[in-house]
């Protein structure tokens, strides 16, 4: 079992120290649950309150903390507690599957494809032909990639995905199970004598470096060009990106959420959870998205957006609020 002292700790972290606690401490916890041997975090002053009936020894705490840990007891004050608790967790992180081998018997690589230094394979993966991964890269067992695709170095491809022919992937990414990057795009037209008639779909998807994509959410390849995330883009278990959709950097999207085909975000855009955003529409630098809202139209830059059909979010705020006035006046 890891175990730090509190100075350790703080050694990591370069916060100051208020108070004093003997104990050593084992792991990370969130304040209602810690025992006397974990450390927690308050990043926010309106969970100051649940300190005093936590058993946690240690808090990670912001410099504005208006409280005193007490007796055997401490709190390190940093800038940012939220940032600083993710270097904690990393302390404590238990290690990631091993692999015994680079390139596990068991695994599938085409005689065509190119595997860089250092990159493990496990078992039931697939690797087709002209498939190029970078060095470092980690590809976990019954991963699918299939011909001419690209993976850049040090990144890792968790157990059940697949990654369609002639797709690339940047450095330094992480694709969490079961996605899916590379498949069809939903495109169909009505027909007299056929019915729908599927459209092919012979784009790919280039996702850039620092990525992250959630467990089951799925990016499809462009109709004719490339479906693109820019770098450092961070996707969410459970997100649609539709064909022939752009992402600037550092884009979020939160879980439930979708993109029709051809939605251009600038740098910067976050999509909350369950939010739907129609085809052919542009969503600018630093816009916001608030969870379950339904995007109709363009929206320019830097604004917050709420609602079905969704507004400023301070014109939803007063559209609510008179409905529930104008629904208790009924109600007299």
């Known amino acids: ?8 700790i703080n050694d990591v972290l370069k916060g100051v120290i208020s108070g004093n606690t003997s104990q050593n401490i084992t792991a990370a916890e969130q304040l209602e649950v810690a025992s006397d041997s974990e450390i927690s975090f308050i990043g926010n002053k309106k969970y100051e309150k649940l300190w005093a009936t936590s058993k946690a020894c240690v808090a990670v705490v912001n410099e504005d903390i208006s409280i005193k840990p007490g007796e055997n007891r401490a709190f390190i004050k940093v800038k940012n507690a939220d940032l600083a608790m993710s270097q904690i967790l990393e302390l404590f992180a238990p290690p990631l599957p091993e692999f015994f081998v680079d390139i596990h018997p068991n695994a599938v690589v085409d005689k065509t494809a190119s595997i860089g ?5 496990g078992a039931g993966s697939y690797i ?12 976990y067992p019954n991963v699918t990639i299939l011909d001419e695709s690209t993976i850049g170095k040090n990144t890792v491809i968790w157990s059940g995905t697949v990654v369609r022919e002639r797709c690339h992937i940047g450095n330094a990414c992480i694709i969490h199970p079961n996605a ?14 056929k019915g729908l008639v599927k459209i092919p779909q012979i784009g790919n998807v280039v996702i850039g470096n620092n990525v992250e994509i959630g467990a089951n959410s799925c990016i499809d390849r462009g109709k004719f060009s490339s479906t693109v995330l820019g770098d450092g883009c961070k996707i969410d278990n459970l997100v649609q990106i539709g064909h022939n959709s752009k992402l600037g950097r550092f884009c979020i999207m939160a879980g439930n959420s ?6 251009t975000l600038g740098n910067g855009v976050i999509i909350g959870g369950s939010a739907s955003i129609k085809d052919h529409t542009t969503i600018g630098d630093g816009a916001v998205i608030g969870a379950g809202s339904g995007v109709t139209c363009d929206i320019p830059a830097g604004k917050t957006m709420l609602g079905y059909p969704a507004v400023e979010a301070r014109d939803a705020l007063k559209q609510w609020a008179l409905l529930k006035r104008l629904v208790n006046d009924s109600k007299k």
């Open 1 to 8: 079992m890891k175990s730090y002292s509190i100075q350790e």
């Open 117 to 121: 230094l250092g990159t493990k394979i």
């Open 128 to 139: 087709g032909p002209n498939v190029k991964i970078g060095e470092n890269s980690t590809i």
């Open 180 to 193: 899916t990057i590379g498949a069809d795009g939903f495109g169909f037209r009505p027909c007299p004598e």
């Open 258 to 263: 979708g993109l029709a085909g051809s939605v």
